[in-house]
C-alpha cells in the first residue's frame, strides 16, 4: 500500500472521509494498526485526484511531486525550460518576483501554459471540423483521463485526442522554437506526474512542479522569492487560453468559434465520475464537447493549489479578456499531427466476491437481518451497509470498521 503518488502520513486517525470522497472503490485499504483504524492507498487504483486531501482535516495524506529533484537539477547546472498554468497569478500574489526567482536561479525559458491552452483550442477546432465529431469528451484533465483509462476504457475512443495546454506549449517550444533542454510544468495539479509518465505523451515534460510543494521547500530553504526581481514570460501573447483553469474555460473558448452548439460542462468528484459511467450509454443527441474537470471549482483549486477563496478566483478570472484569439497564425504555423495524442487502456480488475463472502462479511459485522443492513450511517465511509460489507469480503476493509462494532478508536 501507499504505493502511489498520493500516501497516508502517521497522523491517520481511521477518519474514513477519504474513503467516502473517493470516486475509486477500492483505491482505500482500512487496515488495524496498533489496535487504530488506518487508511491506506492502493496506488494501483488511484487516479490521483487529490479529493482525499481536501477532506482530510487531521493532515494525514500528502503527495509526491518533483520539486526537489527539479530545484537539485537547476543548481546540478541542467537546462531546464518551465511551462507554468495560468492559475499561478491566482495562486501565488507576488507571482511575477517568482518567475524572476526561479530565472534568477538557472531556469532557462519560461513560457505560459495559456499559450498551450490557445494551441489546444485550435486543435480541437481542427480536428472537429476535418473529422465532423461530437460528443467529445476533454481531456486537459489527467485525473478524468487516468478515470476513464483505469474504470471506464469503454470511453476511450470518445476522449479528444488532443494534447493537453502544458504538453501543447512543450510541442511548441520543442519543435516551433527549438528550445532545447528538459522542460518543467509548474501547475496545481499532482496527476499532471501521471501524465508525464505516460509513453503517449512522448517524455515531453520532465518534471511536475506543484505551487504547494514549491512554496513550501523555498520556506523551508530561507528563500524569500518575493525579494527577486519581477520577470515576465517569454512565450508570444497568448489569447483566452488564461481562462482554461476556471470550470468551463474550454466550453468558453470553443464557443468564440462555434456558436450554438450544445457543450456541457461538469466538474468535481464523484459527479465527474458517476456522470462517465452513464455517458458510455449516451449515443444520441449528445453534445459537441463534455468539459469536464476533475476538480471543484476547476484547476484554480487543484490539490496543489495555494489556499484561496473561490470568490477571490473568480473575481480574478472574470476579469481577463474574453476575446476571441485569432488562429490564423496557428494554421499557417502549426500541424495538428503534431499535437495529437493517443490513449491506452488500463482497465483495473476489481476484487471479485461471491454473495457467500458477503453473507459472512455481513456476519462478521454483526448484521444478521435486513433490519441491520440498512442502517446506513457512512461511518465506515461507504453510502450503504451493503458497499460496506463487500469491502469486507474484498478484503480492503475490516469489521471493526463498523460503528456497530463500537471498537473504532482514533489517535
Given at each position: 500500500?501507499?504505493?502511489?503518488k498520493?500516501?497516508t502520513?502517521?497522523?491517520?486517525?481511521?477518519?474514513?472521509?477519504?474513503?467516502?470522497?473517493?470516486?475509486?472503490?477500492?483505491?482505500?485499504i482500512?487496515?488495524?494498526?496498533?489496535?487504530?483504524?488506518?487508511?491506506?492507498?492502493?496506488?494501483?487504483?488511484?487516479?490521483?485526484?487529490?479529493?482525499?486531501?481536501?477532506?482530510?482535516?487531521?493532515?494525514a495524506?500528502?503527495?509526491?511531486?518533483?520539486?526537489?529533484?527539479?530545484?537539485?537539477?537547476?543548481?546540478?547546472?541542467?537546462?531546464?525550460?518551465?511551462?507554468?498554468?495560468?492559475?499561478?497569478?491566482?495562486?501565488?500574489?507576488?507571482?511575477?518576483?517568482?518567475?524572476?526567482?526561479?530565472?534568477?536561479?538557472?531556469?532557462?525559458?519560461?513560457?505560459?501554459?495559456?499559450?498551450?491552452a490557445?494551441?489546444?483550442?485550435?486543435?480541437?477546432?481542427?480536428?472537429?471540423?476535418?473529422?465532423?465529431?461530437?460528443?467529445?469528451?476533454?481531456q486537459?484533465c489527467?485525473?478524468i483521463?487516468?478515470?476513464?483509462?483505469?474504470?471506464?476504457?469503454?470511453?476511450?475512443?470518445?476522449?479528444?485526442?488532443?494534447?493537453?495546454?502544458?504538453i501543447?506549449a512543450?510541442?511548441?517550444?520543442?519543435?516551433?522554437?527549438?528550445?532545447?533542454?528538459?522542460?518543467?510544468?509548474?501547475?496545481?495539479?499532482?496527476?499532471?506526474?501521471?501524465?508525464?509518465?505516460?509513453?503517449n505523451?512522448?517524455?515531453?515534460?520532465?518534471?511536475?512542479?506543484?505551487?504547494?510543494?514549491?512554496?513550501?521547500?523555498?520556506?523551508?530553504?530561507?528563500?524569500?522569492?518575493?525579494?527577486?526581481?519581477?520577470?515576465?514570460?517569454?512565450?508570444?501573447?497568448?489569447?483566452?487560453?488564461?481562462v482554461?483553469?476556471?470550470?468551463?474555460?474550454?466550453?468558453?473558448?470553443?464557443?468564440?468559434?462555434?456558436?450554438?452548439?450544445?457543450?456541457?460542462?461538469i466538474?468535481?468528484?464523484?459527479?465527474?465520475?458517476?456522470?462517465?459511467?452513464?455517458?458510455?450509454?449516451?449515443?444520441?443527441?449528445?453534445?459537441?464537447?463534455?468539459?469536464?474537470?476533475?476538480?471543484?471549482?476547476?484547476?484554480?483549486?487543484?490539490?496543489?493549489a495555494?489556499?484561496?477563496?473561490e470568490?477571490?478566483i473568480?473575481?480574478?478570472?472574470?476579469?481577463l479578456?474574453?476575446?476571441?484569439?485569432?488562429?490564423?497564425?496557428?494554421?499557417?504555423?502549426?500541424?495538428?499531427?503534431?499535437?495529437?495524442?493517443?490513449?491506452?487502456?488500463?482497465?483495473?480488475?476489481?476484487?471479485?466476491?461471491?454473495?457467500?463472502?458477503?453473507?459472512?462479511?455481513?456476519?462478521?459485522?454483526?448484521?444478521?437481518?435486513?433490519?441491520?443492513?440498512?442502517?446506513?450511517?457512512?461511518?465506515?465511509?461507504?453510502?450503504?451497509?451493503?458497499?460496506?460489507?463487500?469491502?469486507?469480503?474484498?478484503?480492503?476493509?475490516?469489521?471493526?470498521?463498523c460503528?456497530?462494532?463500537?471498537?473504532?478508536?482514533?489517535?
Open positions: 500500500m501507499n504505493n502511489g498520493v500516501f502520513k502517521e497522523g491517520c486517525v481511521g477518519c474514513n472521509l477519504c474513503i467516502q470522497s473517493c470516486p475509486c472503490n477500492e483505491a482505500n482500512a487496515q488495524i494498526k496498533n489496535g487504530i483504524n488506518k487508511v491506506y492507498v492502493d496506488g494501483t487504483k488511484c487516479i490521483t485526484c487529490g479529493e482525499c486531501l481536501r477532506v482530510c482535516t487531521h493532515d495524506r500528502d503527495y509526491k511531486d518533483d520539486t526537489s529533484r527539479f530545484l537539485e537539477d537547476i543548481k546540478a547546472g541542467k537546462d531546464i525550460s518551465l511551462i507554468v498554468a495560468p492559475a499561478l497569478r491566482c495562486n501565488v500574489t507576488e507571482w511575477q518576483r517568482l518567475l524572476g526567482y526561479l530565472k534568477s536561479i538557472g531556469v532557462n525559458r519560461v513560457y505560459d501554459a495559456s499559450y498551450g490557445d494551441i489546444c483550442t485550435w486543435g480541437y477546432l481542427r480536428y472537429i471540423e476535418s473529422k465532423g465529431a461530437e460528443g467529445l469528451i476533454a486537459p489527467p485525473s483521463v487516468n478515470y476513464i483509462e483505469h474504470y471506464v476504457p469503454e470511453l476511450l475512443s470518445r476522449l479528444a485526442p488532443i494534447h493537453s495546454p502544458a501543447c512543450a510541442m511548441y517550444m520543442k519543435k516551433y522554437k527549438n528550445i532545447g533542454g528538459s522542460y518543467a510544468l509548474l501547475s496545481p495539479c499532482i496527476a499532471k506526474g501521471d501524465e508525464f509518465d505516460d509513453p505523451t512522448n517524455g515531453l515534460i520532465e518534471y511536475n512542479i506543484t505551487f504547494k510543494k514549491l512554496l513550501e521547500v523555498l520556506e523551508e530553504l530561507n528563500v524569500d522569492y518575493r525579494k527577486s526581481a519581477p520577470a515576465e514570460y517569454d512565450n508570444p501573447p497568448h489569447g483566452l487560453g488564461a482554461f483553469p476556471m470550470p468551463g474555460g474550454l466550453k468558453a473558448n470553443i464557443e468564440q468559434h462555434i456558436k450554438g452548439q450544445w457543450i456541457f460542462k466538474e468535481g468528484q464523484p459527479r465527474a465520475s458517476s456522470f462517465l459511467h452513464k455517458y458510455v450509454n449516451e449515443r444520441s443527441d449528445s453534445p459537441l464537447l463534455v468539459d469536464i474537470l476533475s476538480c471543484c471549482g476547476g484547476c484554480n483549486s487543484g490539490p496543489g495555494c489556499p484561496s477563496e470568490y477571490a473568480d473575481k480574478f478570472m472574470h476579469k479578456p474574453k476575446e476571441a484569439t485569432d488562429f490564423s497564425m496557428f494554421d499557417k504555423e502549426l500541424k495538428l499531427d503534431d499535437f495529437l495524442r493517443k490513449y491506452t487502456p488500463k482497465k483495473i480488475m476489481e476484487i471479485f466476491v461471491d454473495r457467500h463472502e458477503v453473507e459472512n462479511a455481513f456476519a462478521a459485522l454483526d448484521k444478521p437481518s435486513h433490519e441491520y443492513r440498512v442502517t446506513d450511517c457512512r461511518a465506515c465511509g461507504y453510502k450503504t451497509c451493503q458497499e460496506m460489507a463487500v469491502a469486507v469480503a474484498k478484503g480492503i476493509n475490516h469489521a471493526e470498521n460503528v456497530k462494532k463500537g471498537v473504532k478508536s482514533y489517535a
